[in-house]
């Protein structure tokens, strides 16, 4: 397959390694620590269901990520300049993380030793799930034969669109890093209050609470919803996966309620790839997060 330009994202966007592999994606990793001190490549020194595991082992134990270095970045694009392909780097959200900066660094630093590749770093205003829908698009355009600059302005233009609708287990993941109040998250325990959470053009916005867990759940399916009949989509119109932390079984009985009821409300029912949740999210998450990250498609 002609892939033209090459495509290298930071490991926030959550693919599987199979699937990276299979779209030709350069995955440059962030790092989590359990201590601290020493820090793992995620999905390559620490795979994802030990990270979850040691959460689910240790509650109240708050891991850390850190952003891959500008070393990082340049590695992976040094082995796509060898290859001659200029190259489209998407990362996380600059709102949330530095791995944008680093990814600027090595851009500089690789233009020293090849200064005919080009190179664009696009914020991709996403972040997990929602990076992984964008950054398949990304795929999608490459392989129609879109060029890198027509390619990197489409998504551009789809940003605006890219969503993450999630629910999670614990307000604990949440009040440690400072998004609500002490006070909020012990009455949230007490009163079994889930929250409903959005990620949109980079930043975390409130989407209202359920109480309990099967409320919660639902009331994620009921933002997917909302989202498509209020920009007058159809589920085929966009890219959507669901998502998951730890409870793989939790995940494929939500998957299996929200195709139920998007062919209820649609006609339609999307293949919905199921993906775990990596550590630069799931630290701030918690092992028991689900949702979805849902980009509307280019118009090719």
Do not use: W
């Not at 592999?21 to 620490?46: C, M, P, T, W």
């Not at 490459?142 to 940003?159: K, N, Q, W």
Request: net charge negative; proline share 4%.
């Amino acid at each position: 397959m002609d892939t033209k330009f090459a495509i290298v994202s930071d490991g926030s966007c959550d693919l599987p390694a199979e699937e990276a592999a299979k779209n030709h994606i350069h995955i440059v990793h962030f790092l989590v620590s359990f201590d601290g001190q020493a820090y793992k490549r995620e999905g390559v020194e620490i795979e994802l269901k030990d990270f979850y595991q040691k959460m689910v082992d240790e509650p109240g134990h708050f891991p850390k990520t850190a952003a891959p270095s500008p070393e990082d970045f340049y590695q992976a694009f040094a082995d796509c300049a060898r290859m001659g392909r200029p190259i489209l780097c998407i990362c996380i959200s600059t709102k949330l993380s530095s791995s944008m900066q680093s990814a600027q660094i090595a851009k500089r630093m690789l233009e020293n030793e090849y200064p005919d590749i080009l190179v664009i770093v696009q914020d991709s205003l996403c972040a997990t799930l929602m990076q992984s829908a964008y950054v398949l698009e990304a795929c999608r355009l490459r392989d129609a034969g879109y060029t890198l600059e027509e390619a990197a302005d489409l998504l551009s233009g789809l940003r605006s669109t890219a969503r993450i609708l999630f629910t999670v287990g614990s307000l604990d993941y949440i009040q440690h890093g400072g998004r609500i109040g002490r006070m909020t998250g012990i009455a949230g325990t007490l009163l079994q209050i889930k929250p409903l959470i959005t990620l949109q053009d980079g930043e975390i916005h409130s989407s209202g609470i359920r109480r309990g867990r099967r409320r919660s759940i639902e009331g994620v399916v009921d933002l997917l919803v909302s989202y498509l009949k209020d920009n007058s989509l159809a589920p085929s119109d966009c890219r959507i996966l669901a998502g998951y932390g730890y409870d793989r079984e939790e995940a494929e009985r939500f998957r299996d309620l929200t195709k139920s009821r998007l062919l209820s409300e649609f006609g339609q029912t999307p293949d919905l790839p199921l993906c775990q949740i990596g550590a630069t999210i799931g630290v701030h998450a918690g092992p028991y997060s689900v949702g979805f990250g849902v980009i509307q498609k280019s118009r090719l």
